[in-house]
């Protein structure tokens, strides 16, 4: 299968927002306008995260879906907020063609199992948002509410357990390394990619082209960014002149 890049927006009372360590967040763009040029620029898809997840925030994040979906030809994947079935299902019916979610599955696991055998596991994307915890036997541990809490849990065995409930995708975000522009996790992507058969998405920490070659050699089958593409430090066809070039296909 081509390796997909997929730029991704994070998304706070309407407008896209980018920080470090997902703190420090300052204003990016509209994110409508935002996942247009996307589309245009070559994107395999475009991912949306509310990462204020209030009402008014998921409020918000419906409008900008259906509002998309009528102009982005793109898959899009939209996560936050996501509490259960019926949160999956106003997703969808507003234009998503898969959802993300976290902190619900982490405190009710069941959501996984409800959401797959309602919509099809092709729909739902588990977003691990992982940090480097020694005390967790894989030294990776799944934190909760945008990496500010430990949730208990070993990064690798919950996107496991995740994907043997339904999750038919793994979103695997390296808090440490989130909007730093050092690289990816390249040890937490090998890990997880050993753990799970389902497609594996790198994120965070994506600071020039050898970052997502990198990603991909270590296993993942997409690569996600936004800071170096909302400020044009590379573009999507960067990206992908570089993965063709290291012998991997893409669209």
Known sequence: MAVRVIPCLDVKDGRVVKGVNFVGLHDAGDPVELAEEYGRLGADEVTFL????????????????????????????VGGGVRGVDDVDVLLRSGADKVGVNTAAIAHPGIIDDVADRFGNQVIVLSVDARREPGQPSGFGATTHGGSRSAGLDAVDWARQAVERGAGEILLNSMDADGTTDGFDIEM???????VGVPLIASGGAGKVADF??????????????????????????????????GFEVR
């Open 50 to 77: 509310d990462v204020s997840a209030s009402a008014q925030g998921r409020a918000t994040t419906r409008e900008m879906v259906t509002r998309c979906a009528e102009t982005v030809l793109v898959p899009l994947t």
């Open 189 to 195: 992507i090998e890990a997880v990619r050993a753990a």
């Open 213 to 246: 070659v990198d990603a991909v050699r270590a296993g993942a089958d997409a690569v996600l960014a936004a800071s170096v593409f909302h400020y044009h430090t590379l573009t999507i066809a960067q990206v992908k002149n570089g993965l063709r070039d290291a």
